[in-house]
């Protein structure tokens, strides 16, 4: 019979190999009542850190799961968990990714400079 805390984990990494090193990760803590089915049920989320180095969020992270009596690493999603009072508790490590509008913007600023650049080169010969 599989443990029935496991409904609550994710078997997925929640970090993307892709994400880049620097302070943009964060632990956020979900929470659910022990009877509830997560797939059905949203949970509470609290932002417990951000603005963290990935080693800083881990270390964040194991040390707030450790404060519960029963508590674990679901070592498939990379979750650090705990159970108290009724309610599961997930601790993830979360990166924050550039959004695509300040790629686009940046793409766009080059661009202007690189016009700019080549007006000027042509009207100096």
Do not use: C, Y
Request: proline share 6%.
């Amino acid at each position: 019979m599989p443990d029935p805390i496991d409904r609550f984990l994710r078997h997925r990494p929640t970090i993307s190999s892709r994400s880049g090193l620097g302070r943009r990760h964060g632990v956020v803590r979900q929470s659910w009542p022990l009877e509830a089915d997560p797939r059905k049920v949203r949970p509470r989320r609290l932002v417990v850190a951000s603005g963290r180095s990935a080693s800083e969020a881990a270390d964040i992270a194991r040390a707030a799961a450790g404060v519960f009596a029963t508590n674990g690493f679901h070592k498939p999603s990379g979750a650090w968990w705990g159970v108290a009072d009724g309610r599961f508790h997930r601790f993830m490590v979360t990166s924050r990714r550039p959004r695509r509008s300040s790629i686009l913007v940046g793409v766009g600023v080059l661009g202007l400079a690189a016009l700019t650049l080549a007006r000027s080169r042509r009207s100096g010969d």
